[in-house]
Structure formats: structure tokens, C-alpha cells
């Protein structure tokens, strides 16, 4: 946290009271911010402090069982270690993969169970929009994809779902980064211009499917950065290089000057990224075998308020650090430091095909249905989950044959995905195009 408050080189922030972030939580139209925190020892009980955008004292959940002793986390932070470092063990992906079945299961029951009974739908029927501070270790955890109980009028007895079906949820550093993204002007994502980055390092198969697909079908005007091989004869707007993303970004570019204006409304990067084990050295792999690191990101940040895009990481491990898993200071986190406005990252290494098909429908919901990229992220993750209930998308022929996968609604092929930034919804609900 020291270091995101100190980007650009602000003296460290003062740390928000309970009416200054229930007023910014009202502002934004967020039900509860919660903070989770684990205890250590075997035998403890962890806590979530909810604090409501009516202020008042904050609410202290007692959550027995959440403690960074507990099996089931323990095995998944091995299981993904391992996964990390031999990506080829098909083993290992399998313990992987039914590690992390286990880690939503428990952590529905141990958490996000008792927290929506605390923080319930709204009374015109809408699902309530919570913000969660998950402390340490718990950063690793897709909280989202917890598996939670159904209380639908269609849902049996006994029946679950994933959190995400039952709340928006988006993620913070602290409050006081929550406060600082919501104060940020967003840009119309279609009429703002755009950014798509394929794969500079040319070792992703689907990264040029997904960028071509999204201009076609969403941002005709977008700029290419990137390689992009099947039109070799249509060069693209630049090479793809950290130089080329910073220029682009809010703050100040490689030359030590800001841009003449906010700059794109939406960075869309299909390309490979890493988790460092030192949270400064988690980078972007970018052009001519040169990376975009953590560290380089918090050098210069754009002014408090300014406007600033929708940064998308279609990359692996772009929200998590592999030192301690605490979400503090991430790629994701860095970018918000520096000026975006919104940021979706990952919590773990994403299968490529499933991703592209993910980001094709999150952006639909983004620039057709008007969503704010929470609400937007939401539905898409609710598109792979349930097949029966899917709308039609804009797909290429290479992206129609993966969105048919019986897969899709596994969890480990959606639920990497996360929002940080600014929680609110659109306008009023209404578009913005």
C-alpha cells in the first residue's frame, strides 16, 4: 500500500474515516465495503468489517474457520505454486484444478455464505454491489466464484450458486485506493477511443484472434498494437512496445510529459504477464523481449480526478503476487495507481481460447448493453456459467467453435478474471456508449 500511495511521488495518504468512505461508498452506489481478515492460527476465527454507505459503526462479522491454517487454502496455495512452476505437469493442472473447487466451496461456507446474509438484495430486487478488501494471503482467493446458497424462486432445496450470481463484486487494495479510482472521470468506452495490443512476443495462438475480433466487432476505429500476422499486409499503429503503453496511459509518458488529452478509454492487452516474486518486478511481456514492470507503472501517475481508461488484462496472473498473494500491489493495482480508471485482471494463468471467448462477451456487455465494466465483467462470467441462459455474440468462426466447448462453465476457465477500480453502475443504469 506504501507503495501505490506513494506513486508519482505523493506523500503517503491519510487513511480514510468511516464517513468519508461511506459517503464515497454512497457516491458510488456500493452497498458494503468488506474487509476480510484472516487469523493465523489453527484454531482462530477471522473476521469481516463491513463498513455501509450509511456510516454508522462498522459491522464485525466473526467468520469462524477463516484462518491461513486451513487445508483447503494451504493445498491450493501449493497446488498453484507448483502449477507455476511446471505449467507443463498435466498432474499437477489436474490437482490444480480440483484444488480450486475445493478453495470456492470452503470459501462459500466460511465466507461469502454468512457476508450476503449480512448485506442482502436491495428492495427493488436488485442484487446488492459489494467491495471486498481480502487481507494477505486471501488475495489469492476468487472470492466471486464462491460457492454460496441459492435463494431463487427457481433454485431447489440444497441448491448452489457461484457469488457472483448473487452480488456484483468488485476488489480494492484499501479504502482509500477505492476512493481514489471512484473519483476518476470514466470515458464513453465506443465513442473514447480504443487500444487493442496482440501478443507482441507472437507465442499466444488466440491473442490476434481476440484483438481482431474485438475491433470488428466493437472498436472498427481502434487502434493495433502488437503483432498481428494474418495481415501482415496492414501494419500495425505501433510495435507494442512499454514505451508505446506508457505513452497511452495516463501520467506522464516515457519522455516525462503528459499527453495532450485523457487518452483512450479503453487498453485492451492480449499478451503474456507475470506475477514477480518481489510484487515491483510483476511485468507485462512486451515488444523487442522488453517488459512493462510494476515498478516502472508507479513512477509517474496521472492528477487525483482526472479522467482515465478501461485497462483490460488479458493476460496470465496480472492481479496477484506470488511472494504473499496479497493483492496490495499488483499489476492491476498499479495501473489504478497510475491513473486507470478501471482495471480487469487475473488471478491465475488462463487457458487462451476460453479467455478470448470470455473477453468477447465481456465487451459486448460493455459497448452494446452499455454495462459498467463490473456489471460487464459480472455477465460475462454469468454467460460461461449458464449455457441455457446465453445470449448471442458477434463471433469470428475460430471463436464460434470455442464458445461451443462443453467446458465453458468450469470454474477454472472463467473465474480468474476480476474487477477493480470504480465500482459504480452506469449512469442510471443506462448506456455508455
Known amino acids: 500500500?506504501?507503495?501505490?500511495?506513494?506513486?508519482?511521488?505523493?506523500?503517503?495518504?491519510?487513511?480514510?474515516?468511516?464517513?468519508?468512505?461511506?459517503?464515497?461508498?454512497?457516491?458510488?452506489?456500493?452497498?458494503?465495503?468488506?474487509?476480510?481478515?484472516?487469523?493465523v492460527g489453527a484454531n482462530g476465527s477471522g473476521y469481516a468489517v463491513l463498513l455501509r454507505p450509511t456510516g454508522g459503526t462498522p459491522t464485525v462479522l466473526r467468520l469462524p474457520g477463516l484462518t491461513l491454517a486451513d487445508p483447503t487454502l494451504s493445498a491450493y496455495l501449493d497446488a498453484a505454486a507448483h502449477r507455476s512452476r511446471e505449467p507443463e505437469d498435466a498432474n499437477g493442472e489436474a490437482r490444480w484444478v480440483?484444488?480450486?473447487?475445493?478453495?470456492?466451496?470452503?470459501?462459500?461456507?466460511?465466507?461469502m455464505d454468512p457476508l450476503l446474509r449480512a448485506v442482502p438484495g436491495r428492495a427493488d430486487g436488485a442484487d446488492p454491489r459489494i467491495v471486498?478488501?481480502?487481507?494477505?494471503?486471501?488475495?489469492?482467493?476468487?472470492?466471486h466464484a464462491a460457492l454460496v446458497r441459492a435463494y431463487g424462486a427457481n433454485d431447489g432445496a440444497g441448491q448452489r450458486r457461484y457469488a457472483c450470481e448473487r452480488a456484483v463484486i468488485s476488489y480494492a487494495a484499501?479504502?482509500?485506493e477505492l476512493l481514489r479510482a471512484a473519483a476518476r472521470r470514466r470515458q464513453p468506452p465506443v465513442a473514447g477511443g480504443q487500444v487493442l495490443v496482440s501478443d507482441p512476443e507472437l507465442t499466444l495462438l488466440w491473442a490476434e484472434f481476440e484483438a481482431e475480433a474485438l475491433r470488428a466487432a466493437f472498436y472498427p476505429g481502434a487502434a493495433r498494437y502488437g503483432e498481428f500476422p494474418s495481415d501482415a499486409d496492414t501494419p500495425p499503429d505501433a510495435p507494442g512496445t512499454p514505451d508505446d503503453l506508457l505513452a497511452v496511459l495516463p501520467g506522464t509518458g516515457p519522455d516525462g510529459n503528459a499527453g495532450p488529452g485523457p487518452g483512450p478509454a479503453v487498453v485492451h492487452l492480449a499478451c503474456h504477464a507475470t506475477a514477480g516474486p518481489l510484487p515491483t518486478r510483476s511485468a507485462l511481456r512486451l515488444a523487442d523481449g522488453r517488459a512493462l514492470t510494476v515498478a516502472r507503472l508507479l513512477e509517474h501517475a496521472a492528477a487525483p480526478g482526472a479522467a482515465g481508461p478501461l485497462v483490460v488484462l488479458s493476460a496470465c496472473e496480472t492481479d496477484l503476487s506470488t511472494r504473499d498473494h496479497d493483492e496490495?500491489?499488483?499489476?492491476?493495482?498499479?495501473?489504478?495507481?497510475?491513473?486507470?480508471?478501471?482495471?480487469?485482471?487475473?488471478?491465475?494463468?488462463?487457458?487462451?481460447?476460453?479467455?478470448?471467448?470470455?473477453?468477447?462477451?465481456?465487451?459486448?456487455f460493455l459497448a452494446d448493453r452499455g454495462l459498467a465494466p463490473a456489471d460487464a465483467l459480472r455477465a460475462a462470467q454469468r454467460w460461461m456459467l449458464r449455457p441455457e441462459n446465453r445470449v448471442p455474440l458477434p463471433l469470428t468462426d475460430a471463436l464460434r467453435h470455442e464458445a461451443g466447448r462443453p467446458d465453458l462453465p468450469e470454474v477454472h476457465l472463467w473465474a480468474a478474471f476480476t474487477h477493480q477500480g470504480n465500482p459504480a453502475p452506469g449512469d442510471?443504469?443506462?448506456?455508455?456508449r
Open 1 to 39: 500500500l506504501a507503495a501505490l500511495r506513494a506513486s508519482n511521488g505523493r506523500a503517503p495518504a491519510r487513511t480514510p474515516g468511516v464517513p468519508e468512505l461511506a459517503a464515497g461508498l454512497a457516491a458510488a452506489g456500493v452497498d458494503a465495503l468488506a474487509y476480510l481478515l484472516p487469523a
Open 98 to 111: 480440483s484444488s480450486l473447487d475445493a478453495l470456492c466451496d470452503w470459501a462459500g461456507r466460511v465466507v
Open 132 to 143: 471486498l478488501v481480502p487481507c494477505g494471503p486471501l488475495g489469492v482467493v476468487a472470492w
Open 174 to 176: 484499501s479504502g482509500a
Open 328 to 364: 496490495a500491489l499488483t499489476l492491476a493495482t498499479a495501473l489504478l495507481a497510475r491513473g486507470a480508471v478501471d482495471v480487469v485482471g487475473s488471478r491465475w494463468a488462463v487457458n487462451d481460447g476460453a479467455s478470448a471467448v470470455l473477453m468477447t462477451a465481456f465487451h459486448h
Open 428 to 432: 442510471g443504469g443506462s448506456t455508455l
